[in-house]
């Protein structure tokens, strides 16, 4: 026992060059330094936590060196931090003259990744192969299947055949032999794979959806995300990048993020969970738009972005919320939430002791705070769960947005005139304050409520003669016209709702993800 503790110290060669290798169990970690540096960078660490898999050199090298040095050989695959927050797969070869060192070394090094027990073993894969550029199973077969192999991660693959098949095969499937759950494509997909988990959890706890109040049973296998889909914003802003051999490497080394899912109701009926952004108005209109143009691939939304923009829509309607408590941030915060939030972890510790509260049938004494009610016209209603960054919108749609501490951002933008709106769709892709305007307010909520002025009963009713009324007054030209208390819909993670009337509030922590959020401390 004692021996295992106290770190092994080799003399090891790397590239021709002779290095001292250490295996520290304590810190613990893989470190590696030249004994006589020429030049550049010396010393080497890797922390085990990072380490990927560890082989034996197979005689491969049968070159000149090997022969007459008769060398055996071991490579440490790990995680090395690229550009931004981009990592790669890199490996370093040790050489040694004793094969029984060469054994001892691959031995200890096994030992330590034995003990890391948050890695998943065996994974139940699903790939979109309709999503974005069309590439998800291009994209897993060729950048992530031989990581998941080298890591000795064992999966079952299936590729959809049609849209709900992974929801609904995530009811039936037996989910005790899984380690994870990985969805190939954008952030429908995502949101396919968190249905089928959400509502197996719900339906194997005898929980009712239907019912908006309902503390619903937290999902304990984590998700993972391969992005190969239009905005892969969940990925983006849970990783800080979407590139597929990023997100493999957090989903082989068993990082956990925690993370709130909004539920969506309408007259005590679910509709849908949401993760990332709940648009009504502009993002709503860009939705049903760009679906029409799906054969674009992702630029279908700057198209259809551009036609929204022109046609310059509001619609009418009330919203009524509940303010976070102030402990929770602000929406205007500078700083932003990244690995290790201490607001998201204090909220750990809340939903832990509510959990426990309910499980023993405790009275729960939550303060609900007081509801504001806003009346108005708006360009647009965004209910960002997180900040909603990606490719297109770096910062994304509320950059302070936590990921876990059960909170939304609640952004309504007024009516205001196309200039101003413009002024703040800009502000998405720089560095200016996107709130920072007279007609955008912006709030932490816990729950909304929203309310279109127009009876969504009378716009089913009446939409063909209202259609037809329309097309003789205005000629398309609604703003002019005045004619837009037609309701526009609700855009729930890229996936249009059915109705407007909805009622928001969000499950602190309910699911779980394999990523760490954004590190700071990354390469520039
Ligand atoms: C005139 C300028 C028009 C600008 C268009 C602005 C686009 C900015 C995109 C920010 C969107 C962030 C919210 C992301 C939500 C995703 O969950 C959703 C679905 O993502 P998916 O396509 O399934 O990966 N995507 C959209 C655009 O609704
Ligand atoms: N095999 C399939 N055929 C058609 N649609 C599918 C299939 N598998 C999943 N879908 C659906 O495809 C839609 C878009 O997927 P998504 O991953 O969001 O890609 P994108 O980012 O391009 O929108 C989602 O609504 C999802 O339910
Ligand atoms: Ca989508």
């Not at 981009?86 to 990744?113: G, M, N, P, Y």
């Not at 019912?211 to 984590?222: G, T, V």
């Not at 925690?258 to 969506?264: E, L």
Request: charged fraction near 25%.
């Amino acid at each position: 026992m004692e021996s295992a503790r106290r770190p092994l110290v080799s003399q090891l060669w790397v590239k021709n060059r002779r290095n001292e290798a250490v295996l520290d169990p304590e810190r613990p970690a893989l470190s590696w330094k030249e004994l006589q540096p020429k030049s550049g960078r010396v010393c080497h660490s890797v922390p085990i936590s990072e380490i990927i898999a560890v082989e034996t050199e197979q005689k491969r090298y049968n070159s000149d060196t090997w022969q007459k040095f008769n060398h055996h050989a071991f490579t440490v695959h790990y995680a090395q931090r690229a550009q931004k927050h981009c990592w790669r797969c890199s490996a370093v070869t040790f050489w040694c003259k004793d094969e029984e060192l060469c054994h001892q070394w691959i031995q200890a090094i096994k030992k330590l990744l034995e003990l890391q027990t948050s890695r998943p073993k065996h994974l139940l894969v699903y790939i979109n192969p309709y999503g974005g550029k069309q590439q998800g199973k291009q994209i897993y077969e060729q950048k992530v299947a031989p990581l998941f192999s080298l890591a000795s991660i064992t999966t079952d693959v299936i590729v959809t055949e049609r849209a709900n098949h992974a929801k609904d095969d995530l009811f039936e499937v037996n989910l005790e032999k899984y380690d994870g759950v990985i969805s190939v494509g954008g952030d429908g997909m995502f949101s396919e794979v968190m249905h089928g988990l959400i509502g197996r959890m719900q339906k194997d706890s005898s929980i009712d959806q239907n019912n908006p109040s309902a503390p619903l049973a937290p999902c304990n296998l984590r998700i993972g995300i391969i992005p190969a889909g239009s905005t892969d914003c969940i990925c983006y802003a849970t990783v800080g990048i979407n590139d597929p051999v990023t997100s493999a490497l957090h989903i082989i080394i068993g990082d956990l993020q925690h993370m709130d899912v909004c539920s969506v109701h309408h007259n005590n009926t679910f509709l849908k969970y949401s993760v990332s952004l709940l648009g009504y108005g502009f993002y709503g209109d860009v939705l049903k738009d760009s679906e029409k143009n799906r054969w674009m691939g992702p630029t279908r939304y700057d198209f259809s972005g551009f036609k929204t923009f022109l046609s310059h829509h509001y619609y009418e309607g009330t919203v009524s919320f509940q303010q976070a408590n102030q402990t929770l941030g602000s929406p205007r915060d500078k700083s932003t939430c990244q690995s290790g939030c201490y607001i998201c972890k204090q909220s750990t510790q809340e939903v832990e002791e509510k959990r426990k509260r309910h499980h023993y049938n405790l009275e729960e004494t939550e303060d609900d705070g007081d509801w504001k009610v806003i009346r108005g016209k708006f360009m647009a209603i965004n209910a960002a769960n997180m900040s909603c960054a990606c490719p297109r919108s770096p910062k994304g749609l509320s950059p302070a947005a936590h990921l876990a501490a059960g909170t939304i951002d609640l952004i309504l933008v007024r009516r205001c005139s196309r200039l101003n709106f413009l002024r703040h769709l800009v502000r998405h892709k720089n560095q200016d304050d996107q709130f920072d305007l007279a007609f955008v307010e912006v709030y932490r909520v816990k729950t909304f409520l929203f309310t279109p002025k127009h009876s969504e009963n009378e716009d089913t009713d009446n939409k063909d003669v209202r259609k037809k009324h329309f097309n003789q007054i205005c000629n398309g030209n609604h703003s002019s016209c005045g004619c837009n208390h037609v309701n526009s819909i609700w855009n729930c993670d890229g996936e249009a709702l059915d109705h407007a009337a909805v009622e928001v509030r969000v499950h602190c922590q309910l699911i779980k993800l394999f990523a760490r959020g954004i590190e700071e401390d990354s390469k520039p």
